[in-house]
């Protein structure tokens, strides 16, 4: 730039012919044009550097919490409807708040935590056997005659009960069923959206109605609000005994896990419905039902929960 502001100043300064100052007249306008063409380039090129690293700076931070929910949502329902494509499989898993105190508490993933977060069924609704996931809804309403003080809860009582759940045993709940009756039992289970899992020969049910007893038992609402009664049901689901299914398949993914469930088998029949707290303390609701397997044969069932539980690892 100093160069031709000195050769311009020589213009004004020299008489000099007209050709001759034409000519370096013409020699100065390409020298502007080239050094302003050459300005305006290196400002393009420093926009396009800064406009690349400010693009980098927001790839580098990683995808948004709204993303990896809608990632971790796409991933499930796709390998929810591959598995239940058959017809054979019945799922459903409903994403709760993490556990008081835990890791997950502290510091909530957005993907997984909070009631509703994540919502995922295939074949939720078709009602199949419910085997002796039917037990769950024996305590709802065992639970609501206790807090009508309709029914009465002796020493013996609480051990049959017990077994019901850790044992899977049937005499209570058949005690329960022919003392009250399938209607009446049915009447209060379809008053609290439970439907009517008694109606026919045999029990059925369907996977998002396990879904919606576990998230009354979880919240102590409806028949679950006496947390004397809750904390013994959950503690009777920690230890039942039956644990090759969803218990099986979340601690080959996360060992410190816990689950808390109930399960249902018959021949061609195995079910499972239950709770589960990753060591974190994220915690979701999750029921897997299943046909065509031998009765206690549960080994589906824990794949299929061990590659949920790696998907949601996979995607928070």
Known sequence: MKTIRELWQFLRTHRLKRKVRWALIAILAVVLVVVIGGVAVNAHDRQAVSSSSASSAVSSSGPTTAEKKADLKKALQTYFDQQAAGGKVQLSLYSLDPEAGSAA?????????????QAVEAQGNTKVL???????????YVFHRLAQKQMSWTLTDKQNFD????????GF?????TRYG?????????????????AGDSAETTANNLVKVLQ??????????????????????????????IPAGIKSVDAKATVQDKV????????????????????????????????????QIKTIAAHIQTLIDTNI
């Open 105 to 117: 508490a502290k510091k909530p993933n957005g993907a997984i935590d909070g009631k509703g977060t």
């Open 130 to 140: 419910s085997a002796s996931t039917y037990k769950l809804y024996i305590a709802a």
């Open 163 to 170: 077994a019901m759940i850790v044992n899977s045993e049937n």
């Open 173 to 177: 709940a058949q005690t329960v069923l």
């Open 182 to 198: 399938n209607d009446q039992v049915d009447q209060y289970l379809q008053s609290i959206g439970l439907g009517q899992p008694f």
């Open 216 to 245: 009354m038992l979880d919240a102590g609402s409806g028949p679950f609000k006496d947390q004397t009664l809750r904390a013994r049901l959950l503690k009777d689901m920690g230890k039942q005994i039956y644990r090759n299914g």
């Open 264 to 299: 249902g088998f018959l021949p061609n029949t195995n079910n499972d419905a239950g709770i589960v707290t990753t060591k974190d303390g994220h915690r979701y609701i999750l029921v897997i039902m299943t046909t065509g397997r031998e009765q206690l044969d549960f080994s």
